[in-house]
């Protein structure tokens, strides 16, 4: 089984909660996407001082072949896109004027920006299958070390928004909108602006701006 990674090992999620959540996914017969090695993908790319950006998801995409790792991302030769980072690239058009070729999201991890999901598993054709698998804790404590010094947080949906009170200190950036999927994608998701915001921010305070749209 994969490994915690080496830049979180320390939070307390990885003695006390792992163990039993790794038996669980261990004894579940059913395929459990991502695959092993990609578990903590998204941890791996971004340790805490390498963070600047942070955007939560819910749960790995329960589609086989597509989750890897990083909240929304997906492998480069994914046709079509799912749904919601359909949607993410429409927004970031009208907002930058530019969108990635593909949907493979880990040019911005290495640039700073953390994708996580809630979950960090899910079992194929299940969505939110393990939503209640205990991954929930592992968010709150990444959220409570990265409250460390100001850094920008996208939350979208009333799940990630959720999770904003675990956010603490400040001078954080906290964007707050509907979630980018089909379903509510149009109720204010659409016209917010988050990767404009992010990089006005960033600027603002002397750091460089994300590269959202060319790896």
């Not at 989750?67 to 994914?78: E, I, M, Q, R, T």
């Not at 990630?160 to 909108?177: D, E, F, N, W």
């Amino acid at each position: 089984m994969t490994q915690p990674p080496g830049a979180w090992g320390h939070l307390a999620f990885f003695n006390r909660d792992w163990p039993a959540i790794r038996a669980a996914i261990a004894a579940d017969s059913r395929q459990i996407l991502p695959p092993d090695a990609q578990r903590f993908a998204a941890l791996d790319a971004c340790s805490p001082a390498q963070t600047r950006v942070v955007i939560l998801g819910q749960d790995p995409y329960p589609t086989p072949g597509h989750a890897h790792g990083l909240a929304f991302s997906v492998d480069p030769d994914v046709r079509p896109l799912p749904r919601s980072l359909t949607n993410i690239f429409k927004e970031m058009q009208d907002d930058l004027g530019a969108a990635p070729a593909n949907g493979d999201l880990r040019f911005w991890a290495q640039q700073g920006v953390l994708l996580l999901n809630t979950a960090l598993t899910v079992p194929a054709g299940a969505a939110g299958g393990h939503a209640k698998l205990g991954w929930s804790r592992l968010t709150q404590e990444v959220l409570e070390q990265l409250s460390d010094r100001p850094r920008a947080f996208v939350l979208w949906g009333n799940h990630a928004q959720g999770y904003a009170s675990h956010i603490t200190g400040p001078g954080h950036l906290i964007l707050r909108s509907a979630h980018p999927s089909p379903l509510s994608a149009r109720r204010g998701f659409f016209g917010s602006r988050p990767f404009s915001q992010v990089n006005e921010w960033l600027k603002a305070g002397g750091d460089s701006p994300i590269n959202w749209t060319t790896p």
